[in-house]
């Protein structure tokens, strides 16, 4: 049976301090959990907003990272989805469909969403169901170390529930693939099942990071008829059009006037579909009112600071505009990533463009320092 293993993790000490690589001992898996060796992971900026200490849910010290792909070590008893030598992408949304002896939850067998509860009570206190206790501790003191958003990527191994492991195509380059496990899917989510975009439709996308991105790059395939591109960034704009954006707009272009109603003049009345991937409270309103009388929808995709409120005058949903949020584009996760993964192989998507930096594990506070600039796409550290 599988044994303890020593190896490199970036560990989150404390609140807004740079990561410690330092040496940790990884459990064996138990009872319906798997033990990845992780190839290469991604930073998303969910991991810098729990660094930073404003995640209400954040742990420390804890080990973060969500957004990755590996090869399965080890499993547990009972686990019977995957097999040592898989390749992997953890899923930090789990989804517990089509695992033999395993119930379904209610979320998993409703249809109208994605976000399992199987698992999610632990993963969200950083600890493991089995014994509600952590795999992780500090090689040098023994110190117990938190999982995170129960995936915990920043690690040579990790241990992760099995309804968390997405099985897929071994012949697909991890070093690529591991964008599926986050922010790429959730753009492209937001506008197949979220939005549901159809072809002619219009749309504005607030924040041109890879969330952004990917929603434009769907709303082309599906074949929006304009695609606004808005970001405070003019840096973003080349790139925005060369995921389909049709128009860029810089809100700092027009100091004197809502960036709401500067959209609605260019769109005669506003836009079908407006997509939220800043986390801006502010801009979650702007896109909301600048979506179109009677059928305009928004769909809000970034994650706000703890405590923040939206707000907007509710005459603008009484005259039928749509305020709605995404999570995990509303893919069922382990489902539904493996096919993810087939259209990209098919050559359908693109994905490869989204990596604007690759660098070794060690280089991780490197990382997370062009993430905070803005001077990245995402950043694939190779372990
Ligand atoms: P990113 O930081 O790479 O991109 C954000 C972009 O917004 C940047 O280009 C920035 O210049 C721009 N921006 C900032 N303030 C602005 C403003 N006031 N007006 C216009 N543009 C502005 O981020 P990302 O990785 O693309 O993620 C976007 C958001 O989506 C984050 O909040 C992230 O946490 C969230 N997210 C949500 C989910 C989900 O499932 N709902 C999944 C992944 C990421
Ligand atoms: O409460 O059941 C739940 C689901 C919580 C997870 C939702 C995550 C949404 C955004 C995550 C940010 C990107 C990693
Ligand atoms: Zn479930």
């Not at 380059?173 to 899917?185: D, I, M, N």
Request: overall charge neutral; aromatic content about 8%; charged content about 20%.
């Amino acid at each position: 049976s599988p044994s303890e293993i020593t190896c490199k993790a970036a560990l989150a000490t404390a609140p807004n301090v740079p990561l410690e690589i330092c040496d940790v001992i990884v459990s064996p898996p138990q009872k319906g959990e798997v033990r990845i060796k992780i190839t290469h992971t991604a930073l998303c900026h969910t991991d810098s907003y729990t660094l930073s200490g404003q995640d209400p849910e954040g742990l420390f010290p804890a080990i973060l990272g969500h957004e990755a792909a590996g090869i399965v070590e080890s499993v547990g008893e009972g686990v019977t989805s995957c097999k040592v030598g898989d390749s992997v992408i953890p899923c930090y949304q789990a989804c517990c469909l089509n695992i033999e002896n395993v119930q379904p939850c209610k979320f998993c067998v409703h249809p109208k969403t994605n976000l399992c509860q199987a698992v999610r009570q632990w993963t969200g206190c950083g600890i493991m169901k089995a014994d509600e206790k952590t795999r992780f501790r500090k090689a040098s003191d023994d110190t117990p170390i938190f999982h995170f958003m129960g995936t915990s990527t920043f690690s040579e191994y990790t241990v992760v529930h099995e309804v968390a492991v997405a099985v897929v195509n071994p012949k697909a380059p991890r070093e690529k693939t591991c964008l599926l496990g986050c922010g790429v899917s959730t753009g492209w989510g937001a506008v197949y099942n979220t939005a549901k975009v159809e072809k002619g439709n219009t749309v504005a996308v607030f924040g041109l990071g890879a969330v952004g991105l990917a929603v434009i790059e769907a709303s082309r395939e599906v074949g929006a008829s304009r695609i606004l591109a808005i970001d405070t960034n003019p840096e973003k704009f080349e790139v925005a059009k060369k995921f389909g954006a049709t128009e860029c707009v810089n809100p700092k272009d027009f100091a004197n006037e809502k960036i709401q109603d500067v959209i609605v003049k260019m769109t005669d009345g506003g836009v079908d579909f407006s997509f939220e991937c800043i986390g801006n409270v502010d801009v979650m309103r702007a896109a909301l009112e600048c979506a179109h009388k009677g059928w305009g929808e928004s769909v809000i995709i970034g994650v706000a600071a703890g405590g923040k409120e939206i707000a907007t005058r509710p005459f603008q949903l009484v005259t039928g505009r749509v305020w709605r949020g995404t999570a995990f584009g509303g893919y069922k996760s382990r489902v539904e990533v493996p096919k993810l993964v087939e259209k990209y192989l098919a050559g359908k998507t693109m994905l490869d463009e989204y990596v604007t930096h690759q660098m070794k594990f060690e280089q991780i506070n490197d990382a997370f320092d062009l993430l905070h600039a803005g001077k990245c796409l995402r950043v694939v550290l190779s372990m």
